[in-house]
């Protein structure tokens, strides 16, 4: 339920900041949807949060509609989760150690977290599972910008899939991929589905779904044929 209009907490500005350079930036500013707090963290006023749980509300009946099961992991985290995982190495992740000197991580992604819950299925015939969640991520980047596009603190989903063999993760991994396109269109939003690195995240493969925008940072390469997009830093040509 939205305020009054005379009750409501709506602090908006004439001009946009000096350091705005992206139309997005300046309009969720001046607008009076998000305001600054530090560096690379914001504060998602009573308009922004209301557009931020709508969106959230699309995403989380697409994701259920392929049999997702949402759930809230903590954001601290064990540090020794990442050790076994192997990556304890990434720059980017925050440590802080607790009065007794433990070491812990505030995560940027749960894979470390959801894996240690996954101990407790028992037998195959449990499997597939989706499971997601909605949490706020850390993330110690070194030159925060661009309002909510480059932060430090921010909010994410994602998901986790656990299935029996190769062919089983496959599938679940289209099905999200489907899931995301009715997600955009349903946003308003023209995406491109583009092939990409997974970076430090790992994995096999990866998909960017990247929008037009004019303060986009990344280069989209495409086939005559348009069957074939990828990111300009990973795109090979194949021969026909």
């Given at each position: ?66 049999g ?74 070194p ?7 480059r ?13 029996r ?17 009715r997600i ?42 348009g ?14």
């Amino acid at each position: 339920m939205i305020a009054r209009a005379s009750k409501l907490f709506l602090p908006t500005l004439r001009d946009p900041p000096a350091d705005a350079e992206a139309a997005s930036h300046q309009l969720l500013v001046r607008g009076g949807y998000i305001r600054q707090v530090g560096a690379g963290i914001w504060t998602f006023l009573p308009l922004g949060w209301k557009v931020h749980e709508r969106i959230v509300g699309i995403v989380r009946e697409e994701i259920d509609a392929i049999g997702g099961q949402e759930m809230l992991m903590p954001v601290l985290t064990p540090f020794e989760l990442w050790q076994q995982s192997g990556r304890d190495y990434i720059d980017e992740i925050f440590r802080l150690k607790d009065r007794f000197g433990r070491d812990y991580v505030l995560p940027m992604t749960h894979e470390e977290t959801v894996t240690f819950h996954a101990r407790e299925l028992q037998s195959y015939r449990q499997l597939p599972q989706i499971l997601y969640h909605f949490s706020i991520k850390e993330r110690d980047a070194p030159r925060p910008r661009s309002g909510l596009i480059r932060v430090r603190e921010f909010i994410m989903k994602d998901s986790y899939l656990f299935d029996r063999d190769e062919e089983g993760l496959e599938r679940s991994f289209r099905a999200h991929e489907q899931a995301y396109h009715r997600i955009f269109e349903r946003c308003g939003l023209e995406v491109h589905a583009a092939v990409a690195e997974s970076g430090m995240m790992g994995g096999s493969a990866s998909i960017d779904f990247l929008a037009p925008a004019g303060a986009g940072e990344n280069l989209l390469v495409t086939c005559e044929r348009g069957d074939y997009v990828a990111d300009s830093e990973i795109a090979r040509g194949i021969p026909r």
